[in-house]
């Protein structure tokens, strides 16, 4: 019940307090007439939700491009080495790097 606020608060000049619930809440839903009118969110957690939505996007267009896609136009590591003239010292020379 902590992360219900009714609209009338908002109404009452209460939002200020409402986004400083919402910080340590995370989020709060809004109701208006019992029914959910708007979500609030942290902002972290906002693009921790984006961030997700995005990934699953590319993870579904990754799946839908491997259904259709044939191994005769895949190309092996030492295909794209030779191509860019990549030798497995220059890769051994690299600075590691870290990824997210």
């Not at 972290?44 to 699953?56: I, K």
């Amino acid at each position: 019940m902590k992360q219900i606020v009714p609209i009338s608060r908002f109404n009452k000049g209460e939002a200020s307090k409402i986004c400083e619930e919402v910080k340590e809440t995370g989020v709060k839903a809004v109701l208006k007439n019992n029914v959910r009118v708007m979500m609030l969110v942290e902002p972290n957690q906002y693009d921790e939700m984006v961030e997700l939505l995005e990934d699953y996007a590319l993870l579904f267009e990754a799946e839908d491009r491997m259904k259709t896609a044939e191994i005769e136009g895949f190309l092996t590591q030492e295909q794209i080495m030779k191509n860019h003239n990549i030798t497995q010292t220059d890769i051994d020379n690299t600075e590691d790097v870290e990824l997210e």
